[in-house]
């Protein structure tokens, strides 16, 4: 049995382990979509005549490492990228992270020529929306994996729309390196300030469930009513004594939902603190818990910024590029706001306003912030670099 400080210091030692060299600043991309018919945009999933398992399946000799479980295909990967399953069937490829956003772009183009080749066969395409923009949730299967079987039934308990979350939501999400813990305080609180910015700057959920999607903000809606304890801001986030610590807490103290048991998972009402005390394997323990959490920004070995629908490719390199100019100087992007703004409640009064089309956000209208934060971005992104921005800020 593992002693509760031990498990702790495990878990500061993990987030210091991912501080990276000031010169070795790189994004890093994920990106899921839904396979649809080209023909009605009906989602295809991974029981479907000719689903997501056999699309894998085709991959298979084109890619040296595959992943299973129970016997069914949930992902492939090579040196640049890896394809894996979300709950809902959503294909999400995770780009490895690199420092130019070009770099990004060539892998996505490979990805995107292997995928294409195998959707041919049945006229699949894939959609670049953040939620489903035909079928309804009710109709979509689960994967076969017995960890969202039971992710499914506690958040069936804990909100009203984890069902559309795991079954109908697919994102754009961008990670950033941070050099030390207070350089991860520094960019987490900032990521936290901009998330209702970047939202609504990457809404693109037209439809929701068959209507007219007019909330600017779906997405954060379907997390807030998910499970709030691991979604949202994290609490204490502006507290002196935030940190590695205090993420390490917020960690230990969420319920586990599930546990490893004889190579498989079983449901279990366990925090995760008690159930890593019995861990035999910290470092698959920790990572398996770290990931059960959904905060809009989120701390692995680098920072995760969840907040961004699915979109077209060149609207994400134009995120990404986004990201990576305001986190250059994380500093200059502080300073745009007011003492009196650093707190949770500034961050959901500012969503809370654009989800009923109101544009006012920390006192000031929306887009004169984001006039500001894009001079910040393209003064630290080389003219190339500028070139994506302007595709992401363009409108259409």
């Not at 305080?185 to 209507?211: D, Q």
């Not at 960690?251 to 279990?268: G, P």
Request: proline share 3%.
């Amino acid at each position: 049995m593992q002693d509760i400080k031990s498990i702790k210091q495990y878990l500061i030692n993990f987030f210091s382990e991912g501080e990276k060299k000031q010169n070795d600043f790189n994004i890093g991309v994920e990106l899921e979509h839904f396979i649809v018919e080209r023909d009605g945009l009906k989602s295809v999933t991974y029981y479907s005549d000719y689903g997501v398992g056999q699309i894998l399946q085709g991959l298979l000799q084109q890619f040296p490492v595959s992943y299973y479980e129970e016997n069914e295909i949930l992902g492939v990967a090579n040196d640049d990228y890896s394809i894996t399953l979300e709950p809902g069937s959503q294909l999400e490829i995770s780009i490895n992270p690199r420092r130019c956003i070009k770099s990004i772009e060539k892998i996505y183009s490979g990805f995107y020529k292997v995928i294409t080749e195998c959707l041919k066969k049945k006229d699949y395409i894939l959609s670049t929306y953040g939620y489903l923009p035909a079928s309804s949730v009710n109709d979509i299967k689960l994967l076969p994996k017995k960890r969202y079987e039971f992710m499914d039934r506690h958040f069936r308990k804990t909100g009203s729309m984890g069902i559309n979350m795991m079954r109908g939501t697919a994102s754009s999400q961008v990670s950033i390196d941070y050099y030390n813990e207070a350089d991860f305080v520094l960019k987490t609180r900032i990521a936290y300030l901009l998330t209702p910015i970047l939202s609504y700057m990457a809404s693109n959920s037209p439809v929701f469930e068959g209507e007219v999607n007019t909330n600017p903000l779906l997405r954060t809606l379907i997390w807030r009513n998910t499970d709030k304890q691991r979604t949202g801001v994290i609490t204490g986030l502006f507290d002196d004594d935030f940190g590695y610590e205090k993420y390490a807490d917020y960690v230990l103290n969420a319920q586990a939902i599930f546990r490893s048991f004889d190579n498989s998972f079983i449901e279990t009402n366990q925090t995760a603190l008690d159930v890593m005390r019995e861990s035999e394997n910290l470092t698959e323990a920790a990572e398996l818990y770290i990931s059960l959490l959904f905060p809009d920004v989120r701390l692995k070995q680098y920072i995760e910024i969840r907040v961004a629908d699915s979109m077209p490719m060149t609207k994400v390199l134009g995120y990404a590029a986004f990201i990576k100019g305001l986190f250059s100087k994380p500093g200059e992007v502080e300073a745009l706001f007011k003492k009196e703004d650093l707190n949770e409640e500034s961050i959901i009064s500012a969503e809370n306003n654009l989800m009923r089309n109101n544009p006012v956000v920390y006192g000031a209208d929306i887009n004169i912030i984001i006039e500001k934060l894009v001079k910040i971005a393209q003064s630290h992104l080389s003219e190339n670099e500028q070139v994506y921005l302007q595709s992401f800020i363009e409108k259409g």
